[in-house]
């Protein structure tokens, strides 16, 4: 009896260790990642964006440093939206990653009238920040006005105010615009446009008056003489753009808008697996050739930790909710 009793209870405590052992091995060791099966990178996006641009020029990277597969799989619809939502609702075991942009994960869950599918900051662990845009805001050629002060005249001297357009409503060159109204208590008068594209050639038809956007889609016109950049959104005037002053120098304070790009894995998903995650994408974000693409898409790179883009990411929840509460602004 004493020994049957000895027995059971070393065999109980082998267990029981057995199972501590195991227990506290990294994650990665329990679920074969990152080489059990190929990683998919989503893009809430349609091809051809900077979102998808970035990412497969990221995956294949990612891929070698990893010794796996990472698949691109575009999830477009309703601003970032959709794919997010699919991301959200994914296993959170680190094969699955997002594309997250200032849209998808700070202004949709305050500007869509029907839910989302999902919370933008409990729903995902963040990553990595890649960087973020500052916008432009720039005016015909022929316009008479030149500085800040002067659109902010204009615009309270017109009926309705000047108006201006953007890529759609709750991109980030219509939030910027709600955002200057909403800081200077001046209205616009939002003209938004299917993409980038046709809002440009508007502006350079002179059917609208004014319009934020990147340095990539408005500073080729720029150099041509075609428009007029009045200021740019960025804490730091630009390479690209050395004699147009900040937001900041031309007097409104506090502006801080930039549109961002970042990588994001559903909540849950282990921290070392974040971690790992986190230090080859930065190693990625290094290379000269992100470096480059970033800058040609008028971004500067980031150094953010994912504490840091947790934290900044509630930051811009939080503004933009106030802004669209403010401005009345609401997507079906």
């Known amino acids: 009896m004493q020994r049957r009793t000895l027995i059971r209870k070393t065999f109980a405590t082998g267990t029981a260790l057995l199972a501590t052992a195991f227990a506290i ?3 990665s060791a329990q679920s074969g990642w990152p080489t059990a ?4 990178y989503v893009v809430p996006f349609a091809p051809g964006g900077n979102t998808d641009t970035l990412a497969r020029v990221i995956a294949p990277a990612l891929a070698t440093a990893l010794g796996t597969q990472v698949v691109i799989d575009n999830k477009a619809g309703a601003g970032g939206s959709v794919g997010s939502a699919t991301v959200s609702r994914a296993p959170a075991d680190g094969f ?3 594309g997250g942009t200032i849209s998808s994960h700070a202004i949709n869950i305050s500007l869509y009238t029907n839910p989302i599918g999902y919370d933008p900051v409990k729903s995902f662990a963040p990553i990595a920040m890649l960087g973020s845009g500052p916008l432009v805001l720039a005016v015909p050629a022929s316009s008479p006005h030149k500085t800040l ?3 902010l005249a204009a615009s309270k001297a017109k009926n309705g105010g000047m108006t201006s357009a953007s890529a759609g409503i709750g991109t980030s060159p219509h939030m910027a615009m709600e955002l200057l109204a909403h800081q200077t208590g001046v209205k616009f008068t939002h003209v938004p446009f299917r993409g980038s594209g046709p809002a440009v050639q508007a502006l350079l038809g002179n059917q609208v008056d004014m319009m934020f956007d990147t340095s990539l889609v408005v ?3 720029i150099q041509a003489g075609r428009l007029r950049p009045i200021v740019v959104t ?3 005037r630009l390479e690209s753009l050395p004699e147009v002053p900040t937001i900041a120098e031309a007097g409104q304070r506090g502006f801080d808008m930039g549109s961002w790009q970042a990588v994001f894995a559903p909540a849950g998903t282990p921290q070392p697996i974040v971690d790992r995650l986190h230090a080859e994408i930065m190693k990625i974000v290094a290379t000269p050739e992100l470096q480059a693409r970033l800058k040609g898409f008028g971004m500067v790179p980031s150094t953010m930790t994912p504490a840091e ?3 900044y990411q509630k930051a811009e929840v939080a ?3 106030d802004v669209i509460k403010a401005a009345g602004i609401k997507a079906e």
Not at 37 to 40: A, G, M, S, V
């Open 37 to 40: 099966k190929p990683i998919t």
């Open 309 to 311: 883009l947790g934290e």
């Open 96 to 98: 699955t990653i997002l």
């Open 25 to 27: 091995q990294p994650a």
């Open 149 to 151: 002060n002067e659109v």
């Open 219 to 221: 500073g080729p016109h």
């Open 319 to 321: 503004k933009w909710a």
């Open 234 to 236: 960025s804490s730091k």
